[in-house]
């Protein structure tokens, strides 16, 4: 169901056990070679796979497309909320759904800057409501629900998303490839350690000139097929662990 066709009376009516889906991602530079709408795309296109496979039974809104991205703003074009705006946003989608009584509510990002911001809101909402405990208050990232993409595809080389990289440039091949720039000229940019295991602060002209991270050359729409085929698999599963739930055990 998408939220933004229905008519408040049919929101109404729902079993407030209903999923809601909030979908998140971003407007920001990914290098010389891919739009800034990349992430909102590949999201999109995530999502059109996933809802003929739970049908009426989940809740979709709309996808917010303005995310945390104030690390790539040195590169023109890029749009972000500053960090706390984005933070009290979340907060602010999340508690609407909350205030029309429901209970089950899964932030459902495509874009890294999100990751970080989505959790810290739906724990600052569990605080809130911590008298509760029928909520369900999940986010989750497409790309990191336990999918191994290469083990469908041996051709793919990297092993994690990287930014512009072999992982988004195949997708974007796969839906869009007239929106995919020169690649012949396009050189890999490898993610460094970054005194890992500990967590850098970096913003993107740390790591990057073009503004890619990871190995673009290697991208094709093939491959952009498996990665959406597993990505969408990965959401289609958590979204029926979420329909499934009793509303009240901690595991699923
Ligand atoms: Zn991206």
């Known amino acids: 169901m998408e939220l933004l066709e229905m008519k408040w009376t049919d929101v109404a009516v729902l079993?407030?056990?209903t999923p809601i889906v909030i979908p998140v991602a971003a407007l920001e530079q990914h290098g010389r070679h891919m739009p800034l709408f990349t992430?909102?795309?590949l999201l999109g296109e995530v999502l059109n796979r996933v809802k003929p496979a739970v049908g009426e039974r989940v809740l979709f809104a709309p996808l917010q497309w303005l995310g945390n991205s104030e690390h790539h703003l040195d590169f023109p074009g890029t749009?972000?909320?500053s960090p706390r705006v984005y933070l009290d946003l979340l907060r602010d989608m999340?508690?609407?759904f909350v205030f029309h009584d429901f209970r089950r509510i899964v932030l459902l990002n495509g874009?890294?800057?999100?990751?970080?911001?989505?959790?810290q809101a739906m724990f600052e909402l569990r605080q809130k409501y911590r008298k509760r405990f029928d909520l369900l208050l999940l986010s989750a990232t497409y790309w990191t629900l336990g999918g191994k993409p290469w083990e469908s595809n041996a051709s793919l080389?990297?092993?994690q998303m990287g930014h512009a990289c072999e992982f988004?440039?195949?997708?974007?091949?796969r839906i869009r490839p007239e929106l995919v720039g020169d690649l012949s000229h396009v050189e890999a940019v490898d993610w460094g350690n970054a005194f890992s295991p500990a967590q850098r602060a970096w913003i993107t002209k740390?790591?990057?000139?073009?503004g890619h991270i990871g190995d673009p050359r290697f991208a094709s729409a093939e491959k952009g097929e498996t990665l959406f085929q597993v990505f969408s698999a990965d959401v289609v599963t958590l979204l029926e662990r979420v329909i499934a739930w009793d509303g009240v055990e901690w595991d699923a």
């Open 111 to 119: 874009h890294g800057g999100n990751i970080v911001p989505m959790q």
């Open 15 to 17: 079993s407030k056990e």
């Open 39 to 41: 992430d909102s795309l």
């Open 168 to 173: 988004e440039t195949s997708m974007m091949l």
């Open 206 to 210: 740390d790591r990057t000139e073009t």
């Open 157 to 159: 080389t990297q092993r």
């Open 79 to 81: 749009m972000t909320a």
């Open 94 to 96: 999340v508690e609407n």
